[in-house]
């Protein structure tokens, strides 16, 4: 099993809905983040947290909210879902500690089409 | 403000060539830690490897092989007698050190290896 799971790995939708990705991941990193792809794009910090009381925004967070219900679940809404939202999501984590080098372990993705 | 710039948008060779892919990055901080991720075409993210600024030794494994150079802040990454597995999306990754690890991506370059 992948240690960062995401679920829903495909998601069609349509315009004004709302949406849940989830990401759960048994690494027991503290640290979780949401980035999203777009072709020619590259990855885009969406949200980060430290734990589960710290949130932070990242650099395209509009449109979108998280939730960090535990230390290994992460999971990015969107409250209406618009086209311009089709992409794909990646859920990462990484662990805290002096060894660490900032390396994130990433889930599998999940592409989400808005209609 | 940390930033990644991969000028390629899309490199195509025939198989046993050698190609390079380029990155280059800014960053303000001396403590920075820098990465390649290849994206196949069944879209997860694979970690190829990192390095962090104070250690400018290149690198060699197989066939894939980096050069990192402080002088001209580039982290540039060959791929020797290519094949066409290596048919994938490259990402060129940086995490500076006091910024909460977190990645700051390059918009990526398409390699096509061709039969």
């Known amino acids: 099993d992948a240690d960062v799971t995401q679920t829903p790995r495909n998601r069609i939708t349509k315009t004004g809905k709302r949406i849940m990705l989830e990401c759960s991941q048994t690494k027991g990193h503290d640290r979780m983040y949401w980035y999203r792809q777009d072709p020619g794009l590259g990855l885009r910090l969406i949200y980060y947290?430290?734990?589960?009381?710290?949130?932070n925004k990242g650099e395209i967070s509009d449109g979108y909210s998280v939730s960090r219900q535990a230390q290994a679940k992460f999971s990015l809404s969107l409250e209406s879902a618009i086209p311009n939202q089709t992409a794909l999501y990646f859920c990462?984590?990484?662990?805290?500690?002096?060894?660490?080098?900032?390396?994130?372990?990433f889930g599998e993705g999940s592409r989400l089409t808005v209609l | 403000a940390q930033k990644v710039t991969q000028a390629q948008t899309e490199i195509s060779v025939v198989e046993k060539e050698d190609v390079t892919l380029d990155c280059v990055y800014e960053?303000?901080?001396?403590?920075?830690?820098l990465f390649w991720y290849k994206q196949p075409p069944s879209g997860e993210l694979v970690f190829l490897i990192r390095?962090?600024?104070?250690?400018?030794q290149n690198e060699i494994s197989g066939r894939y092989s980096w050069n990192f150079q402080k002088s001209t802040s580039s982290f540039n990454f060959t791929i020797t007698a290519s094949q066409v597995v290596d048919s994938a999306v490259y990402f060129c990754a940086l995490s500076e050190g006091g910024s909460n690890y977190k990645l700051t991506f390059g918009k990526g370059t398409l390699l096509t290896v061709n039969p």
């Open positions: 947290s430290f734990d589960v009381k710290d949130i």
């Open positions: 390095r962090n600024s104070f250690d400018e």
């Open positions: 990462a984590t990484r662990g805290r500690g002096t060894g660490n080098t900032g390396e994130l372990f």
């Open positions: 960053t303000r901080d001396t403590t920075y830690y």
